[in-house]
């Protein structure tokens, strides 16, 4: 069955500084990939998606993400937080094979200090 | 162009009640997905409706049932409530005749069962 896990449920970081958010997956093929984040009370925003092609995809608000088959990842990365980037962090899989349907992982909830 | 809506904001039922909750999907898309988010967790897919039919069912009782109109918006339908139906509702949309199509989600309506 396929599955997505996101090993670090809370991450916190100095405003300005890199983030990395880890997401892995198990799926037999090459899934859809995608990053969504929600804020408070909000419903999810896509950040970005990869479907095939370039493994390094660039998405909203300066994010990037890249797919590497070899270790099951997809994840997601900023080179400068801004304190507007709290919010929680999802990452999702979509079975080609089915309709759209997405899988998620738990989510990392991003604290940003000043 | 109006996104995904999604109605009420906010649900608060007591146990054994029933529930209707509501969905338009953004213009131009025909297939509407459920997904229910208990608090602290990833979104877990209920259902997805296309031409007025379920397609595709996560694993979630027959407590849950739903509904697609012509004009393509959708109601999700929760009988005998538990306490554990205590969750964000998310609706998602998008084009049903594209496969791995980007799911563009609704603000979600917050039902509380006391």
């Known amino acids: 069955a396929q599955s997505v896990t996101q090993p670090d449920i809370h991450i916190t970081v100095s405003e300005g500084a890199s983030l990395e958010l880890r997401c892995n997956y198990s799926?037999?093929?090459?899934?859809?990939l995608f990053w969504y984040v929600q804020s408070p009370g909000q419903g999810l925003q896509l950040l970005l998606k990869?479907?095939?092609?370039?493994?390094l995809v660039q998405g909203i608000k300066g994010f990037e993400a890249e797919f590497k088959r070899s270790q099951s990842s997809f994840n997601l990365r900023k080179p400068s937080v801004h304190w507007s980037d709290a919010a929680e962090y999802f990452c999702?899989?979509?079975?080609?094979?089915?309709?759209?349907?997405?899988?998620f992982g738990a989510g990392t909830r991003l604290a940003v200090h000043p | 162009d109006a996104g995904v809506t999604q109605s009420p904001t906010h649900l608060i039922k007591t146990r054994g009640q029933q529930v209707t909750l509501r969905c338009s999907p953004k213009?131009?898309?025909?297939?509407v997905s459920w997904y229910q988010q208990a608090l602290g967790q990833g979104p877990q897919f209920i259902f997805q409706?296309?031409?007025?039919?379920?397609?595709q069912r996560g694993n979630f009782p027959d407590r849950f049932s739903g509904h697609q109109f012509p004009n393509y918006s959708s109601e999700l339908n929760v009988n005998a409530l538990l306490l554990g139906d205590s969750a964000l509702y998310l609706c998602?949309?998008?084009?049903?005749?594209?496969?791995?199509?980007?799911?563009?989600f609704g603000p979600g309506t917050r039902l509380l069962v006391l």
């Open positions: 999702a899989v979509g079975t080609p094979g089915g309709y759209n349907k997405l899988i």
């Open positions: 998602a949309s998008s084009p049903g005749h594209i496969k791995g199509e980007t799911q563009y």
């Open positions: 990869y479907f095939s092609g370039d493994t």
């Open positions: 799926y037999g093929a090459t899934p859809y």
């Open positions: 409706y296309y031409e007025e039919e379920e397609r």
């Open positions: 213009s131009g898309h025909d297939t």
